[in-house]
């Protein structure tokens, strides 16, 4: 008979993050939540069907990693700078309080100072899905405050990054060992080594060969080999950094991600990685939830309460002073504070690093579960409460963002072009004759833009796509030289991002101009007519 372990834990996790995940998003909750919960429900502290912990736990390796190559490939220098002399301090300042709040916590419930550490770094990450999730819905991602909170979290990843690089250090040497008594400092030294090495490894070398092998596999218009290529990417840079480098497979690929988000493919990357990134990331957040022993709450109630003052409390006001120091508005403080008081996946990752080297005791992994479940919980409330109370800046006290310099060619499109065939192509050069931005978004690598406009490649009917090219910001969206089921997709995926934006279109039939029509296309125009009236006014003019 075959061993269905596998499969019987696969379908089971799944089965019950589906369940409780919609039960939570129905109430207007995040989906972390529930996965969370349905990890304590097949867990081995709870009664019936109990998933396997280790193959769980495996599987989970592959959410890490995809979640952190996911980390590095949407991960744009220029989003820092824009906002650099208030992300940088905050983000520095409030790490730092809630890094040492977290350390007396641990340490007054007799922890050693590694385990304090490794438990403060780990409440002071906020989640970077439920922050840019929450932006998204409150529509606020393309603000200055989004700006800022998105810069502010930027940091403390690159934080969580290096927390990767010296968590190994602090592991307890094995009895015997011939390198016990070797230096932390030099340890350090020959860790950050490694890693200088390994980065340099796949940045020079990475680059080159990541970049054509992506570039010979998209010309082959085959969207399974493309995908199954960034895939074995993500996984097998990952793989390399653990084995050979002995660093962590999340630092492994975060670099994986930086070498593909830096390339043209980058967008289509990030899109076709979704799907496997959302499937493992809920079963990462189920094999967390079956860490959790409800008993602790009972056990340990001073333990829960601290974790959640330091999140939801000690967090978000080193926020709003920090940024009232800076004199920037209330919106913005407000926005940071509740956005980032959280913790999610970065604050696991850690932590699980921190059971596997030996020096988190069990606990830590309980309280954490803990103070996810209740701020993530509570953050949609947190952020509907201060749409209500805080109002917007005056516009005329409203400082303008600026953009570094070399950050031009990452700026937003007036006109958003889906489609770069024969009309499309002539849309962009009539744009570019005009002085008008106008980005493109096109599937075939080897079309070749008009000077002056932006040509993403990518698929348009896919959300990421549409992201990286700047739907978010246009004005205009055109959607041409598309079949109507592609151009419907289009319509919908924009009109989520950018309720604001104006949609043109182009129709072959009357009915298509319907369809178009009836998904939020404001101006349809039909080949047909124009011809028919050029026609007529050429007849007109001959006879």
Known sequence: MHDLTLLVTLAGGLAFALVFGALTRRIGLSTLVGYMLAGIVVGPFTPGFVADAGLASQLAEIGVILLMFGVGMHFHPQELLRVW???????????????????????????????????GMALAVASTVVLMRMLVE???????????????????????????????????????????????????????????????????????VVGRVLEKVARTQSSELFTL????????????????????????????????????????????????????????????????????VVQQPWMVLGVLAIVLVIKPLIAVAIVAVLREPPRTAATVAVGLAQIGEFSFILASLGLSIGVLPREAMDALVVGAIVSIAVNPLLFRWIGKRVKEPDAAHVEPTAAPADAAAHTAPAVLLCGYGALGRRIAARCVENGIAVAAVHHDPDIEPVPGMTLVFGDPTRGEVLQAAGVADARLLVVADLLLGAKIQVCTQARRLNPRIVISGSANTDAERAWLEEFGAQFVSDGRDEQSAQMARAIKTLL
């Open 85 to 119: 002399k208030l992300a940088v301090p905050g983000a520095i300042g409030q790490s730092a309080v809630a890094g040492v709040a977290g350390w007396a916590l641990a340490r007054s419930f007799g922890w050693s100072h590694a385990a304090g550490a490794i438990f």
């Open 138 to 208: 409150q529509n606020r991602l393309a603000s200055r405050d989004g700006h800022v909170a998105v810069g502010w979290l930027i940091v403390e990843d690159l934080f969580t990054v290096g927390a990767l690089v010296v968590l190994p250090l602090l592991a307890p040497p094995a009895e015997g060992a011939a390198g016990a008594t070797q230096s932390l400092g030099m340890a350090l030294l020959m860790a950050l080594g490694k890693v200088v090495v390994f980065a340099l490894l796949v940045g020079v070398v990475g680059t080159r």
């Open 229 to 296: 290529t960034v895939f074995v990417v993500a996984l097998g840079v990952a793989v390399l950094a653990a084995e050979v480098f002995h660093v962590s497979v999340a630092l492994g690929a975060f670099f994986a991600g930086l070498v593909v988000g830096q390339s043209r493919f980058g967008p289509q990357a990030a899109a076709d990685m979704a799907p496997f990134r959302d499937v493992f990331s809920a079963l990462f957040f189920v094999s967390v939830g079956m860490l959790f022993n409800p008993s602790f």
